[in-house]
């Protein structure tokens, strides 16, 4: 009888410790979803890498914007489409 509840007390002990790691795990995913999140939000905001302005800018170039460039093409074609 002494051994089976020596038994009965390493079991609950070893559940507790699967419990404890099971919310250990649990937070660790909470903890990595929110660095995704994170890392997500960084990377499409343009933090995680240099812009093409600031590396043009360090290589002594001129950068030009998207917008500027649509509006250099829109005006490029307007020059043909007038020659025509």
Do not use: H, N, P, W
């Not at 002494?2 to 038994?7: D, H, T, V």
């Amino acid at each position: 009888m002494k051994r089976i509840k020596q038994i009965i007390r390493y079991v609950k002990a070893l559940f507790a410790f699967a419990d404890s790691i099971e919310a250990k795990v649990s937070a660790a995913r909470e903890k990595t979803e929110k660095l995704r999140q994170s890392i997500l939000a960084k990377a499409f905001s343009g933090q995680l890498v240099e812009t093409e302005a600031e590396i043009a800018k360090k290589e002594g170039r001129d950068y030009e914007t998207a917008e500027v460039l649509l509006e250099r093409i829109k005006a490029e074609k307007g020059k043909k489409d007038t020659k025509k």
